[in-house]
């Protein structure tokens, strides 16, 4: 049912393109429900901080009604959509009434894309929520509790962390699980020979970082060797087990830790929608960013299929969601004040990934590169200003500088009533 005379926009997902149309749109003549299985909005390239004890979970979370709550026009609600209606235009919400809609604007993210190998389902640990970011934790640490009481397993690879996808947040995570390793865990088992663990960073192609400049790939993967990371290239993952991992040559290596990070595949919720999918599963949009034939329906950020004036494919990060919802809010106000409307058009502001401490890879528009603290300091500088909420703010450049001037990651903490194994986990 809408609720008033004025158009309903409902928007799908509290994510990167969600909260940026809903502030989009606030401000107009609108009634909008933005609702999310969560009740937070997730600062996902933090998430690996949390994996790695340097963060805590809400840290990097900000309540979705902590931001909207007092816009009379702007209802928040906690549900999961479960299908859309597109004739009907009525959004389906597991266990809950349908939500009829003027407009919608579908950014429900993607989710974690197995390739089919056998045993990632099983086995691996994904890296895509805050849950998900909190069990690997866990896991790490109950790993390294294990490791001190029976040291004979380390042979068997407890300690040994396999991180598949040499993207950058495999790059990221191998280089902040390398320092809690060496920096904390070190002095907290003093009894443990933590020489013996290793982290492996596999990556199928010859280089880490794909879509960055040939150099910051190159400065990445000496960093990260000199750092003690595992570093193979062309390598591909053939199945994974319980207590190795087989390469594609046959090789295997003993390991009770695979992360996952190499596939991203769109939000299952594209498989419910008939519509056109591209790459990854998703959704097909127009210039406009609507689905064809659906004007009133739009799919921003990761779940679209969304390209440049070329036709060449945008990357699933985050400025392709923020710009997505910001031009998806001024068409729907030019839509109502009958205003000609105009195709999206992305501005590319540049690409970073950090290696560790005072190291990263910072590529500017206009050809500036990046590297060691300067590109560290930018990382930190840009991620701060990014982070949604004050508070987030001020804990996490706290945190950062504590961990700075002691080396100390805070957050070692095993949280017991979250499994630590990843099998039946996943989620979309
Ligand atoms: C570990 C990690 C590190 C990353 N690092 C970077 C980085 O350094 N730089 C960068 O630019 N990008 C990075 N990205 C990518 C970036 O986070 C995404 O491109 C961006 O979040 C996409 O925005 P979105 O709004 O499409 O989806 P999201 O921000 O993921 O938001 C989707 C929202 O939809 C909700 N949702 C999902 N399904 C449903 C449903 N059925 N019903 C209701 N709600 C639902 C989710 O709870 C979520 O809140 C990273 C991603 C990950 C996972």
């Not at 957050?411 to 039946?424: F, H, W």
Request: proline share 5%; with cysteine.
């Amino acid at each position: 049912m809408t609720p008033g005379p004025r158009p309903h926009v409902v928007i799908v997902g509290a994510g990167f393109g969600g909260i940026n149309a809903t502030k989009e749109l606030m401000d107009g003549p609108f009634e909008i429900t933005l609702i999310d299985r969560d009740n937070y909005h997730g600062f996902w390239p933090l998430l690996y901080q949390v994996a790695t004890a340097g963060l805590g979970p809400e840290d990097i979370a900000h309540p979705v009604r902590g931001m909207f709550g007092e816009r009379s026009n702007v209802h928040v609600r906690l549900g999961t959509v479960s299908d859309v209606d597109l004739d009907r235009q009525l959004v389906q919400v597991a266990d809950e009434a349908d939500l009829a809609y003027d407009y919608l604007i579908l950014a429900a993210g993607s989710s974690t894309s197995d390739f089919g190998i056998p045993g990632v389902d099983d086995y691996a640990f994904p890296l895509k929520t805050l849950p998900d970011a909190v069990r690997l934790r866990n896991h790490v640490l109950s790993c390294f509790e294990r490791a001190d009481a029976c040291p004979e397993l380390v042979d068997s690879g407890l300690l040994t962390f396999v991180l598949a996808g040499g993207g950058p947040t495999g790059v990221e995570l191998s280089g902040a699980l390398t320092e809690l390793i060496g920096q904390n865990l070190a002095r907290d088992f003093p009894h443990l020979d933590v020489t013996k663990s290793s982290v492996v960073l596999v990556e199928m192609l010859d280089h880490l970082l794909g879509g960055f400049a040939p150099s910051s790939q190159a400065h990445a993967l000496e960093t990260l060797r000199a750092k003690g990371v595992d570093v193979r290239l062309n390598t591909a993952i053939s199945a994974l087990d319980a207590d190795h991992v087989t390469f594609k040559d046959g090789s295997s290596v003993a390991t009770m830790t695979t992360v996952w990070t190499a596939g991203i595949r769109a939000n299952p919720l594209a498989d419910m929608l008939d519509v056109a999918k591209g790459k990854g599963g998703a959704i097909e949009v127009t210039k406009e960013l609507t689905l064809p034939g659906h004007p009133e329906v739009f799919v921003i950020g990761d779940l679209a299929a969304t390209t440049d004036r070329h036709g060449k494919p945008l990357p699933q990060v985050a400025q392709v969601a923020i710009q997505g919802a910001r031009h998806v809010g001024r068409t729907i106000k030019r839509r109502t004040t009958g205003r000609p409307t105009k195709p999206f058009r992305y501005h590319s502001h540049g690409m970073m990934a950090t290696i560790g401490r005072r190291a990263a890879v910072a590529e500017i528009p206009g050809g500036l590169k990046l590297r060691g603290t300067l590109g560290w300091l930018s990382w930190l500088a840009v991620h701060l200003v990014f982070l949604v909420g004050f508070r987030n703010r001020i804990v996490v450049l706290v945190n950062w500088s504590w961990n700075y001037l002691t080396w100390d990651r805070a957050a070692r903490v095993i949280l017991k009533e979250d499994s630590t194994t990843p099998s039946g986990q996943h989620r979309a």
